[in-house]
């Protein structure tokens, strides 16, 4: 960590006279405050004060590819030279549109925005305006960005109306969305079947990643997809992160699983902010200027946020062959390296993750939802990640959080990050 007068000290201490704690994102505020980034390459990133870290945070996921990949800095000068925004369509959007719905599939057509909040706001309304029903079905633990029908935790005592997870969401607006149980078949099926006539829509982020990754059980994607279709309630897998990170054509291809609709972000920018949500024509065609839903925003499609996407999926199609295994590899290499130096220093942690996605969590009780989850103990986790940080590995300050592994990582960096992570692991208690 960098001294008492480092450069991101003087900028925190600036940045909190004119932003709310001190940054445009909460969870980018930690103790004893955050380190402010000059520059990034690869798998580093450069400080305010010139000190390189190792990055697993990789923008929560963002950078499938690694900070500032030749591929997309060229596409996007390119871009830029020819305008960055005219509030016209162009030729990219239609390619990049026709792309995602080769690549998945189930997404027959597809709208751009600006950010993940902006797609599920969107989606979940095409749903209650394509069905006629008010309610939307999410899980605890899942996070679909910060609007006010998924700011919501489940409701106390025996309803599963959901109640405002943050001052300023209405409860009129959150008991409209209801709150299940990850992994929980039988619950999830029966709320779904109790509320079919009320009931849009069931928003899922087909693997956790918002809680650190929790994986769904085997079948239980699979019952969330058989019970929906029989009681005409749609499916949304919420693919923000999961979309051409766990493989090219996201977890739905991972799983085998075809949603009605889908959501789109982080990874598909390659870095600029760029998500989508697409899905069946017959639900899509009720967007505005084809059907009643309203939808819409000034610099969605942008020419350069269009262009980074392109480059950045036209080269995963290219790599897919390679890609998708190197990270699967490499970050088995991880899981199992970390769950060795827990093993040797006897820490009881829980290690999960899938493909480019780890994490670890300070409890006894193997991690399958938010309750589980919720059972680690967080004080040890702030203390590994400043152990760490104090290697210069940086990973996601919160608990709560997947870190994640690059295109651009290569095995120096994973061994010299696991020596940091035995060191950790060593200083804390048992
Ligand atoms: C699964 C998921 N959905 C939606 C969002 C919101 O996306 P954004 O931060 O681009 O608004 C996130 C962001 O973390 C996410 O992980």
Partial sequence: MAGLDSRSQQLYRRAREVIPGGVNSPVRNYSPYPLFVASAKGAKFRTADSQEYLDYCMAYGALLDGHANPEIIEAVEEALEKGSIYGQPTEMEVE????????????????????GTEATMHAIRL??????????????GGFHGSHDSVLVKAGSGATLLG??????????V???TLVSRFNDEQITGKIIRDHENELAAVIV????????????????????????????????????????????????????IRPDLT??????????????????????????????VYQAGTYSGNPVSVSAALATLQSLRKRAGQVYSRLEKMGDKMRRGI???????????????????????????????YHSAKSADIGKYEKYFHSLLASRVFIPPSQFEASFLSTAHNEDELQTTLDAIGTAVKTLPR
């Fill in 163 to 172: 109640s405002p997870s943050s001052e300023g969401v209405p409860s009129e």
């Fill in 127 to 140: 749903a209650r305006g394509f069905t006629g029903k008010k309610k939307v079905l999410k899980f605890e």
């Fill in 339 to 369: 769950g060795d130096h827990l093993e040797s220093a006897r820490v009881i942690a829980q290690v999960n993750g899938l493909g480019s996605m780890f994490q670890l969590f300070f409890t006894d009780r193997p991690v399958t939802d």
């Fill in 96 to 115: 990049l549109a026709e792309l995602i719905a080769s690549l998945m599939p189930s997404m027959e057509m597809v709208r751009l925005v600006n950010s």
């Fill in 263 to 292: 959501i789109l972000g982080k990874a598909l920018g390659g870095g600029l902010p760029l998500s989508a949500f697409g899905g069946r024509r017959d639900i899509m065609e009720k967007l505005s200027p084809l059907g009643p």
């Fill in 174 to 176: 959150a008991k409209n």
């Fill in 205 to 256: 982020e087909p693997v956790l990643g918002n809680i650190g990754p929790i994986l769904p059980k085997r079948g239980f994607l699979e019952t969330l997809r058989k019970v929906t279709e029989e009681n005409d309630v749609l499916l949304m897998f919420d693919e923000v992160i999961t979309g051409f990170r766990l493989s090219l054509g996201g977890a739905q291809e991972y799983y085998k």
